[in-house]
């Protein structure tokens, strides 16, 4: 019988039949999810790898912002994205800031 896995669920336990013996301990079929394989990393790394991956994603969390308010100034007026070039760069990299807290790394 072949299971079909789906991403959150971690084990399976398939209830059969107990056998002539009546043991219990044959009454359930175990099917296991994969495991993660560990990540290899040094202990003097793991802060680097934490602050250059959190910088990353605050990164990318600006330029998701600022496009988004380029294309608003953009389809608003002529030439918008020019006019409200200080502002949107402003606003995008405040957003920015405060996804990237360097006080809870600590």
């Known amino acids: 019988m072949e299971i079909r896995r789906i991403k959150g ?3 399976i336990v398939i209830p059969q039949q107990a056998g002539t013996t ?9 099917v296991a999810g994969r495991r993660r ?10 802060f680097l790898e934490k602050v250059t991956r959190r910088a990353a994603r605050s990164n990318r969390s600006v330029f998701d912002e600022y496009l988004a ?5 953009n389809r608003k007026k002529k030439n918008g994205w020019l006019k409200d070039l200080s502002k949107n ?3 995008s990299s405040r957003k ?10 600590f």
């Open 22 to 30: 009546g043991a219990a301990s044959n009454s359930l079929q175990l």
């Open 37 to 46: 394989k560990r990540k290899k990393l040094s202990k003097s790394s793991k």
């Open 96 to 105: 920015g800031r405060k996804s990237f807290k360097l006080s809870s790394l």
């Open 89 to 91: 760069v402003f606003k």
């Open 9 to 11: 669920i971690k084990r």
């Open 69 to 73: 308010r380029h294309d608003r100034s």
